[in-house]
């Protein structure tokens, strides 16, 4: 029932929900240390804000391509402090993503 209230309010939205699901749940299957960090949208939100920030002190820029390369710099920044943190373990995701191709790759074993 609920799901007919929806197609009727916003026919658009439940279509794209309905073919981007897989998409929107792809962080279930990275480890679950991961989730924590992955849920949240704190570190976006500082990105953004710090964007914002730089564009206000420069204000006018001479080309769209200078914009870019001023939001393409702090964006690498960004991430560069956010591996420097640790706030992933890469390695557990390495072990996460073997044993999923591990698990795959079993009862394609099986069968032969």
Do not use: Y
């Not at 029932?1 to 929900?17: E, F, H, S």
């Not at 570190?43 to 206000?56: A, D, F, S, V, Y």
């Not at 996460?96 to 795959?104: I, N, W």
């Amino acid at each position: 029932m609920a799901g007919q209230v929806g197609d009727a309010r916003c026919p658009k939205l439940c279509q794209w929900v309905e073919d981007n699901i897989e998409e929107t749940l792809t962080f279930t299957r990275l480890p679950r240390q991961h989730h924590k960090r992955l849920k949240s949208t704190n570190i976006l939100e500082r990105l953004i804000q710090e964007i914002k920030r730089r564009t206000h002190v420069v204000r006018i820029f001479p080309s769209a391509e200078r914009c870019l390369r001023l939001v393409r710099a702090l964006a690498v920044e960004t991430h560069e402090n956010w591996l420097e943190a640790m706030r992933l373990n890469m390695e557990r995701l390495a072990e996460h993503k073997k044993e999923m191709l591990r698990k795959l790759e079993q009862p394609k074993a099986a069968v032969t």
